[in-house]
């Protein structure tokens, strides 16, 4: 249904690390990385306050190699850090772009970015400014989808939009099965009960005891963060 008002007041935007990479093999394309603040200018001047988690995997995929073997907390510590780079190339373009954009790390680095605080968070929220979460949770074994659950319900995002590479949640995963259908909408029980590996299942689980509505769409469809925003028909819902 279409709506002259944004169905939102805040979101939290989950952007993938690998979508940074447009088509290059792995980290920051500029040209994609400014289009997608293109986008997120486009909702911010609609009223809506956006904070947005980064991922790392475009930065941190491409060194994995050399983490065979590695303790895995040591290498999730590696990609959270990547996801920091990420962090400070977006706000860099979001200011560039125009944008208010602070970045807030969940692990210490003060020489860099500030640390999280959450009424620092609300704070810039309530100014119009466009909080980047960098270093995901701050834990090891967890992922940037779980921050991003994590922290759309700290903020009171009312939902949390994953922009990735596919345009929904499929019957499978439509990379590997091309006879994978779309599904315009799917409860939190049905995602978890039948694996579907668009996102973990600690993020579902928060995002389901939280109430706390995802909707999955492309990042690389051009206007279709606007269209989400605007209650529009695009992507996939997960609700409660
Ligand atoms: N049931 C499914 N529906 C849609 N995508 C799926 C499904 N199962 C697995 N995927 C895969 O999940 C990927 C997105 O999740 P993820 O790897 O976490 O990406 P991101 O880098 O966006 O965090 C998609 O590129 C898709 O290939
Ligand atoms: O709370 C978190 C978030 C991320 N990571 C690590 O950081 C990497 C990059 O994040 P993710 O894979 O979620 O990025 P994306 O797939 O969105 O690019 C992960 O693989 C983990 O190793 C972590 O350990 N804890």
């Known amino acids: 249904m279409t709506q002259s008002q944004p169905a939102y007041k805040r979101i939290l935007l989950k952007l993938s690390g690998e979508a940074l990479m447009g088509d290059d093999q792995f980290g920051i394309n500029r040209d994609t990385i400014v289009r997608m603040v293109e986008e997120v200018a486009e909702v911010t001047r609609l009223g809506v306050e956006v904070a947005v988690v980064i991922g790392g995997g475009n930065i941190f995929r491409g060194v994995a190699g050399g ?21 400070l190339a977006l706000a860099d373009a979001m200011n560039k772009a125009g944008l208010t954009a602070r970045v807030m790390s969940a692990i210490a680095i003060d020489q860099v970015v500030e ?21 995901g949770t701050g834990n090891p074994f967890f992922t940037t989808d779980t921050a991003a659950a994590l922290r759309g319900a700290e903020i009171g995002a009312q939902v949390v939009l994953k922009a990735t590479k596919v345009d929904g949640v499929y019957t499978a995963d439509p990379k ?22 668009i996102m973990d299942a600690t993020a ?18 051009h206007g279709a963060l606007k269209r989400v925003v605007m209650g529009e028909d695009e992507g996939t819902l997960v609700h409660a």
Request: proline content about 5%; overall charge positive; charged content about 20%.
């Open 67 to 87: 983490s065979v073997g590695m303790d895995r907390a040591t290498a999730d510590y590696m990609g959270m850090l990547a996801t920091v780079m990420n962090a």
């Open 115 to 135: 640390p999280y605080v959450r009424p620092k968070a609300l704070q810039y929220l309530e100014e119009g400014k466009v909080v980047v979460f960098a270093a």
């Open 176 to 197: 590997k099965d091309p006879s994978a259908t779309r599904y315009a909408s799917l409860s939190f029980d049905e995602a978890m009960s039948q694996n579907l590996g």
């Open 204 to 221: 579902f689980a928060l995002c389901r005891d939280q109430k706390l509505p995802i909707k999955v769409f492309s990042i690389f469809k």
